[in-house]
T-cell receptor, first 109, second 113 residues
Framework: RKEVEQDPGPFNVPEGATVAFNCTYS??????FFWYRQDCRKEPKLLMS???SGNEDGRFTAQLNRASQYISLLIRDSKLSDSATYLC??????????FGTGTSLTVIP | DAEITQSPRHKITETGRQVTLACHQT?????MFWYRQDLGHGLRLIHY???????NKGEVSDGYSVSRSNTEDLPLTLESAASSQTSVYFC????????????FGDGTRLSIL
């Protein structure tokens, strides 16, 4: 079983829509969680960390559900510039990170 | 501003050649990582280092080696390049601690013919 699994999509949504991605992880002892954004052929960039109580950064909300071992990312009022691949990242222990294969989002005018 | 740089950005080489990809960071991070990214696999860890003189194998380390002689650099060497190693390679660094995110270089696109 993979450490981290994501629905690859693609998700095609109109501007202004709300879209949510989920990501499941296999190691119940996982300590840290992140969402990264990756634009085509470029490096992954940190979008936000995911905290136990959930956290929000502008139009983006991240949630953690330890009981069901998944994290989610909600994007409200989608912009064209949100089109990218979103990577779920889990740090089970220590300093290693496991990346999901990514969920592709296209926001349509 | 602190940064992490990779070189070269693009490289084409032949099978059997030795290839070294450079990674240099000015964050003063102890942790450095090398990943490869291929369609359908996402990012896979090749090697990583928690500090000077420390190196560890990742998920897909066969055919690759690294060395860490100082804090700033973690060069990745392909001892004898194979076509299966054609990929995009990303270097990353992070501060010590499980809650510290990784910062990535721009990537190196390597083609082995």
């Amino acid at each position: 079983r993979k450490e981290v699994e994501q629905d690859p999509g693609p998700f095609n949504v109109p501007e202004g829509a709300t879209v949510a991605f989920n990501c499941t992880y296999s190691n119940s002892a996982s300590q840290s969680f992140f969402w990264y954004r990756q634009d085509c052929r470029k490096e992954p960039k940190l979008l936000m960390s995911v905290y136990s109580s959930g956290n929000e950064d502008g139009r983006f909300t991240a949630q953690l559900n330890r009981a069901s071992q998944y994290i989610s990312l909600l994007i409200r009022d989608s912009k064209l510039s949100d089109s990218a691949t979103y990577l779920c990242v889990v740090n089970p222990t220590g300093n290693q990170f496991y990346f999901g294969t990514g969920t592709s989002l296209t926001v349509i005018p | 501003d602190a940064e992490i740089t990779q070189s070269p950005r693009h490289k084409i080489t032949e099978t059997g050649r030795q290839v070294t990809l450079a990674c240099h960071q000015t964050w003063n991070h102890n942790n450095m990582f090398w990943y490869r990214q291929d369609l359908g696999h996402g990012l896979r860890l090749i090697h990583y280092s928690y500090g000077v003189q420390d190196t560890n194998k990742g998920e897909v380390s066969d055919g690759y080696s690294v060395s860490r002689s100082n804090t700033e650099d973690l060069p990745l060497t392909l001892e004898s390049a194979a076509s299966s190693q054609t990929s995009v390679y990303f270097c990353a660094s992070s501060e010590t601690g499980s809650n510290q995110p990784q910062h990535f270089g721009d990537g190196t696109r390597l083609s082995i013919l």
